[in-house]
């Protein structure tokens, strides 16, 4: 029976320093060798983790939590944001000093020059500050658009757009996203393609995007080091991340 791993990226493939641990790498090698579909399910846009497909020879992915998916390079599902909706949003954020980013899946660009919770946010993945250019937008998918303000000042924008799903993923920054998106979705997209069956189909991952994925497929890990509401939606709990939680929880699967 064929199976399919899907892995997330910050805190489950990378570690907390967004390093690749060296067991990590063994153990999707180890899967491939065993015959094990390898795949990515990420909140990223697929040009910022170019180089981690490379370095594990990955050409299939699902990205902005399920919004664009990519089976052996080919692209087989794309969900933009609404763009009348997300033109509403920018008016809305622009007046109450929330800046936003919107991403597609080439680049990135912010609609101020430069902001603190910008900044503190894409350090936290290793990226710099966008560039400035406020109607990147126009006439243009955009996939994903990052919110930034305090914890609970996007629940505003819950309320009142309801074509969206917001997701907090750093103390000042919330993921837009299209209403009913999420990887779960994406994974349905890519499974149908490859005409695999749910419960052969894992996932792991460790934070609140994850929880849809880790529900919907066969068997969800959550690692040691995710969030505790994950955990709950998980069938099995590995180690952490940086304590060789991949290869253990894929030993403790028997997938390796």
């Known amino acids: ?6 892995f997330d990226i910050d805190g489950t493939l ?11 790498k063994e153990a999707i090698a180890q899967l491939k060798k065993n015959g ?22 990955i050409d299939s992915y699902v990205s902005f939590n399920g919004q664009f998916v990519v089976f052996e390079n080919e692209v087989i599902y794309e969900n933009p944001l609404n763009q009348t909706e997300l033109e509403k949003l920018i ?17 990135m660009k912010s609609d101020v020059l430069h902001h603190h919770y ?26 994903q658009s990052l919110l930034f303000c305090e914890e609970g000042e996007e629940q505003y924008y819950l309320e009142n757009y ?9 103390e000042y920054s919330v993921d837009i996203l299209p209403a009913g998106g999420s990887k779960a979705e994406g994974i349905k997209k890519m499974i149908e393609r490859l005409g695999f069956q749910m419960e052969d189909v894992y996932a ?5 995007n994850d929880i ?39 030993s403790k699967l028997q997938l390796i």
Do not use: C
């Open 1 to 6: 029976m064929k199976k399919i791993v899907f």
């Open 14 to 24: 990378l570690d907390h320093n967004k390093n690749l641990p060296s067991t990590t």
């Open 36 to 57: 094990v579909f390898v795949a990515i399910a990420t909140g990223r846009a697929p040009f910022m983790f170019e180089n981690l497909r490379e370095e594990l020879d």
């Open 91 to 107: 008016n809305e954020s622009q007046k109450n000093n929330h800046p936003l980013v919107f991403l597609n899946e080439k680049t």
């Open 118 to 143: 910008i900044e503190e946010s894409m350090r936290s993945l290793k990226f710099t500050h966008p560039e400035k250019d406020e109607t990147f937008y126009k006439g243009k998918n955009i996939y």
């Open 162 to 170: 309801p074509s969206f799903h917001l997701i907090r993923w750093h």
């Open 204 to 208: 792991f991952g460790d934070g609140l």
């Open 212 to 250: 849809e994925m880790l529900e919907a497929v066969g068997t969800g890990i959550a690692m040691g080091n995710a969030t505790e509401e994950a955990k709950k939606h998980a069938d099995l709990i590995t180690s952490d991340v940086s304590e060789d939680g991949i290869w253990n929880g894929l």
